[in-house]
């Protein structure tokens, strides 16, 4: 099984619109991460938030955690066409390697 | 900013070939990662390295995979004999010790194409 699954897959919205990833996970964990991939780029991290947070901002973004449910959601505001990437989730595993969800693919129309 | 870096950011290959791929990670992070994505599919953790020695590897990181960390600066990922479906991104994360986070900083990684 997978730790750290994203929902959807691919979303495609408007700027200006409101943009809402999920991430399931399956073990305990004491922080959860976002990250940002461009295409055929390398990944950028956006936000961390630790097991004993229930939500954090930055900017733009939104993120929450339920550990009761094992589940994120990263919501971006506002977005714009330079939003467009894909979005990973990940949760360290043995305090030194993170392990990456299968990312939502975001994609902005002007 | 200080960042990771690596080369080459592409590289062909006949399968069969041993490929090199350099990364130097940012100056006072000590641990080092390689994780791979084929194309349009998930980021995968391959290796970590922390203290000149490997600390962690996946199912993926058989015997013709290896690193090292020849010297201060370098850390390298070295495929002894390409295959096919080794085609893929590899990249190159780094870490400072004392993180009690686990933010991991990548590369822009090495496309890897073997043919």
């Known amino acids: 099984s997978q730790q750290g699954e994203e929902d959807p897959q691919a979303l495609s919205i408007q700027e200006g619109e409101n943009a809402t990833m999920n991430c399931s996970y399956k073990?305990?964990?004491?922080?959860l991460q976002w990250y940002r991939q461009n295409s055929g780029r390398g990944l950028v991290h956006l936000i961390l938030?630790?097991?004993?947070?229930r939500e954090k901002h930055s900017g733009r973004l939104r993120v929450t955690l339920d550990t009761s449910k094992k589940s994120s959601s990263l919501l971006i505001t506002a977005s714009r066409a330079a939003d467009t990437a894909s979005y990973f989730c990940?949760?360290?595993?043995?305090?030194?390697?993170?392990?990456f969800g299968t990312g939502t693919r975001l994609q902005v129309f002007p | 900013e200080p960042e990771v870096t690596q080369t080459p950011s592409h590289q062909v290959t006949q399968m069969g070939q041993e490929v090199i791929l350099r990364c130097v990670p940012i100056?006072?992070?000590?641990?080092f990662y390689w994780y791979r994505q084929i194309l349009g599919q998930k980021v995968e953790f391959l290796v970590s390295?922390?203290?000149?020695?490997?600390?962690?590897k996946s199912e993926i990181f058989d015997d013709q995979f290896s690193v090292e960390r020849p010297d201060g600066s370098n850390f390298t990922l070295k495929i002894r004999s390409t295959k096919l479906e080794d085609s893929a991104m590899y990249f190159c994360?780094?870490?400072?010790?004392?993180?009690?986070?686990?933010?991991?900083?990548f590369g822009e990684g090495s496309r890897l194409t073997v043919l």
């Open positions: 938030i630790r097991s004993n947070e």
């Open positions: 390295f922390y203290n000149n020695e490997i600390s962690e």
């Open positions: 073990t305990s964990i004491n922080n």
């Open positions: 100056s006072n992070h000590l641990y």
């Open positions: 994360a780094s870490m400072r010790e004392g993180s009690n986070t686990g933010e991991l900083f």
């Open positions: 990940a949760t360290p595993k043995n305090t030194d390697k993170l392990i």
